[in-house]
């Protein structure tokens, strides 16, 4: 997977667990907990609809690596 496919990827996951982010207004260095106030089950919700939409697997060991969009989108660039 590249990188805008990456991007196309974690925008469509956050715009279906939170409909209310604007994500035209969402920085990549944004942290996804606490800049998108995605609590601790909308973030696991996110990692399930990332895995389902990429087949790409997300360990819990590995979740410091995706706290912000920029990290979920180079993740996802190297894993998927």
């Known amino acids: 997977m590249n990188e805008q496919d990456a991007r196309d990827a974690v925008r469509a996951a956050i715009g279906k667990v ?20 995605l609590d601790s089950l909308d ?17 819990e060991r590995d979740y410091p690596e995706v706290a912000t969009v920029k990290g979920l989108i180079g993740y996802l660039a190297a894993h998927g």
């Open 18 to 37: 939170a409909p209310d982010v604007e994500l035209a207004e969402v920085d990549e260095d944004a942290r996804l907990r606490q800049d998108l106030e």
């Open 43 to 59: 973030f696991l919700r996110l990692v399930e609809t990332i895995d389902a939409a990429t087949g790409v697997d997300i360990p």
